[in-house]
């Protein structure tokens, strides 16, 4: 005895003739496929929920003991806005409104930093105003700049060693040490953590002896920078920031100079005698000008194609996107 079913992907949707199970034999018995039979798990779910909770709880929280600027903030709000979105969306998509609710409260958190931040009161400004006289016996010198962000500006001529202003929001430490025929200069920044530190930067400007062969070393987040380095016997300068705007101006060298500008992202202008010879290497992506002042590039180096010259400077720029510019006067 033979019973028909319908068979939609045979020929022409034709009925096909199954044999019929015999009377009083048990129908036969096949393996759920596990790929249909998997139920729900709660307790998988909210433990997922509870771990990615607690995982964006402490991320926060970390990325608000380091930031202190507006700048900071805005830059890792962004991300953690997507962050939110996306786990809205997917939560409406899948039906949970726990995931909804955990990413609306990313979303919050993300929008209300900057607001708290830019309206909370900033620690009482300090103006200070150090200068030392040029060590006995000192022939070279180390600047060592160390401020989370805001202004600096080098310029020469000081009456001894250096003379400096630098305004903050916290007293800045500055020490003068020696070694050998070596004068330290170190400036820093108080260091401020915390999103409620409030730490709108620092305004400093230094002026620095003439007549003593300088190093340069700058360390900074998000700056604007000018060192005006034109009358000074310049053997060395290192430049590390965040998001910023750096100028360097340098006069001419007295030996062969290395130049190391490394700047996350932002806008590097490197003023230079014409005179003086360049070899610039530039690693990341940027814009710049070197073809039309006269650079002619030789495999991944930039170099003046005048005759030979004592001295000259050896630049390597760092940038990971922006604009470098090239000024020959």
């Not at 048990?26 to 779910?45: C, I, K, M, T, V």
């Not at 200069?185 to 400093?204: F, I, K, T, Y």
């Not at 000018?226 to 016997?233: A, Y």
Request: net charge positive; charged share 20%.
């Amino acid at each position: 005895m033979t019973s028909g079913i319908h068979d939609p992907d045979g020929p022409y949707g034709r009925t096909v003739a199954q044999p019929a199970q015999p009377a009083g034999e048990p129908l036969p018995y096949y393996e759920p496929d596990e790929r249909w039979s998997a139920q729900p798990r709660p307790g998988a779910y909210w433990t997922g929920v509870v771990v990615l909770a607690a995982g964006l709880t402490v991320t926060v929280l970390a990325l608000a003991t380091r930031v202190t600027s507006i700048v900071q903030t805005v830059l890792i709000a962004v991300p953690l806005a997507l962050v939110g979105i996306g786990l809205e969306r997917v939560g409406r998509g899948v039906g949970r409104a726990s995931l909804r609710s955990v990413g609306a409260v990313v979303l919050v958190v993300a929008v209300v930093g900057p607001i708290a931040l830019s309206l909370t009161s900033p620690n009482p400004a300090v103006i200070a105003r150090p200068s030392a006289p040029v060590p006995a016996g000192a022939t070279q010198a180390l600047l060592r700049a160390t401020l989370g962000g805001g202004q600096l500006r080098i310029d020469p001529a000081a009456s001894g060693l250096y003379t400096a202003e630098l305004r903050g929001q916290g007293q800045p430490s500055h020490q003068v040490t020696t070694d050998g025929k070596l004068a330290v200069l170190d400036l820093r920044a108080p260091v401020q953590h915390g999103l409620l530190a409030r730490n709108r930067g620092s305004d400093w400007a230094v002026r620095l002896t003439t007549g003593l062969a300088w190093r340069v070393e700058v360390e900074a987040g998000t700056i604007t920078a000018d060192l005006n380095l034109r009358q000074l016997d310049v053997r060395g300068v290192r430049v590390e920031a965040g998001v910023s705007r750096v100028a360097v101006r340098l006069g001419e060298p007295a030996a062969e100079v290395p130049v190391d500008l490394q700047v996350s992202s932002g806008l590097v202008d490197l003023y230079l005698p014409r005179t003086a010879a360049c070899e610039l290497r530039v690693d990341g992506v940027s814009v710049d000008n070197f073809g039309d002042q006269g650079l002619v590039k030789q495999g991944e180096v930039w170099r003046t194609t005048d005759a030979p010259r004592s001295g000259g400077y050896v630049v390597r720029v760092r940038l990971s996107g922006g604009r470098v510019q090239l000024h020959r006067e």
